[in-house]
């Protein structure tokens, strides 16, 4: 997950270089520190220290680029911030606690951008509403919201966007992607509409009659996931989905009837 509080008002001076080996430690350190003090904007963590230094060094030694961000006007370097980049998803950002508003953050998102011109994507918990805006100050938009449940602490999150420097592409292959996965649930639901007609007219014969009640239950429990359009915008879209499910459903029972040899 991604996590990043700044307002990035002010500057420091570091250096960003690639991740090494003898990083992994102070990368785990890092991240068990700022999780701790993002309680209440994230879900508490759900690891030990160990089971997050064993994580990062499998990361580490994996395709993805981890790059650490060092303050080095002190005696010592100091670890300030980390990105995990594998793909074209940042998988982590993460600014260490006090080091925060000083233009690490945007600097670090401004690094990721020219090495993924084509644009990248991200997930940030929706309870996180500090990341949120510095996200969307910097350009991403958020295209899904999800219940948590495909992440390891089942709180709801965002799938945010950066397009690129030429986002109609991106954004195109991002409709395409959601698309395809609309066709394959409406598919499922159209498989759905069929079985359930049986238990509701006690026979073969067809469908039956709408229900206008529970189709009204039906849109009552999609609008909180779709605010943007409405209970009255889903009613129409929701009354198109039935009408054609029930006529793939009437068309199917045809056509087995009349592919069944007389007797």
């Given at each position: 997950?991604?996590?990043?509080?700044?307002?990035?008002?002010?500057?420091?001076?570091?250096?960003?270089?690639?991740?090494?080996?003898?990083?992994v430690?102070?990368?785990?350190?890092?991240?068990?520190?700022?999780?701790?003090?993002?309680?209440?904007?994230?879900?508490?963590?759900?690891?030990?220290?160990?089971?997050?230094?064993?994580?990062?060094?499998?990361?580490?030694?994996?395709?993805?680029?981890?790059?650490?961000?060092?303050?080095?006007?002190?005696?010592?370097?100091?670890?300030?911030?980390?990105l995990?980049?594998?793909?074209?998803?940042?998988?982590?950002?993460?600014?260490?606690?006090?080091?925060?508003?000083?233009?690490?953050?945007?600097?670090?998102?401004?690094?990721?951008?020219?090495?993924?011109?084509?644009g990248?994507?991200?997930?940030?918990?929706?309870?996180?509403?500090?990341?949120?805006?510095?996200?969307?100050?910097?350009?991403?938009?958020?295209?899904?919201?999800?219940?948590?449940?495909?992440?390891?602490?089942?709180?709801p999150?965002?799938?945010?966007?950066?397009?690129?420097?030429?986002?109609i592409?991106?954004?195109?292959?991002?409709?395409?992607?959601?698309?395809?996965?609309?066709?394959r649930?409406?598919?499922?639901?159209?498989?759905?509409?069929?079985?359930?007609?049986?238990?509701?007219?006690?026979?073969?014969?067809?469908p039956?009659?709408?229900?206008?009640?529970?189709?009204?239950?039906?849109?009552?429990?999609?609008?909180?996931?779709?605010?943007?359009?409405?209970?009255?915008?889903?009613?129409?879209?929701?009354?198109?989905?039935?009408?054609?499910?029930?006529?793939?459903?009437?068309?199917?029972?045809n056509?087995?009837?009349?592919?069944?040899?007389?007797?």
């Open positions: 997950m991604v996590n990043e509080q700044s307002t990035d008002d002010g500057a420091v001076d570091f250096t960003l270089r690639p991740a090494e080996r003898d990083d430690h102070a990368i785990a350190e890092l991240y068990v520190e700022t999780r701790q003090q993002a309680i209440g904007l994230m879900p508490p963590p759900i690891h030990s220290a160990a089971e997050d230094r064993e994580f990062f060094g499998r990361v580490i030694d994996g395709p993805a680029e981890m790059w650490v961000a060092e303050e080095v006007n002190g005696p010592q370097p100091v670890a300030v911030a980390f995990v980049i594998e793909g074209d998803w940042l998988n982590s950002l993460y600014v260490r606690p006090g080091w925060t508003s000083q233009g690490i953050g945007t600097a670090l998102l401004d690094f990721v951008k020219a090495a993924r011109p084509g990248f994507a991200l997930w940030v918990f929706e309870s996180n509403t500090a990341a949120r805006r510095f996200y969307e100050r910097h350009g991403l938009v958020a295209v899904r919201r999800t219940d948590g449940s495909g992440n390891e602490e089942r709180a999150d965002l799938h945010m966007l950066w397009p690129g420097r030429d986002p592409p991106a954004l195109r292959d991002a409709i395409d992607q959601v698309d395809r996965e609309l066709a649930l409406l598919e499922i639901r159209s498989g759905l509409t069929a079985q359930v007609q049986p238990h509701k007219t006690g026979d073969l014969r067809g039956a009659p709408r229900d206008p009640a529970r189709e009204a239950e039906i849109v009552a429990s999609m609008a909180p996931y779709a605010p943007r359009l409405g209970s009255g915008r889903l009613a129409v879209i929701m009354q198109a989905v039935i009408a054609e499910s029930l006529d793939a459903v009437e068309s199917e029972t056509r087995e009837h009349h592919a069944k040899p007389s007797q």
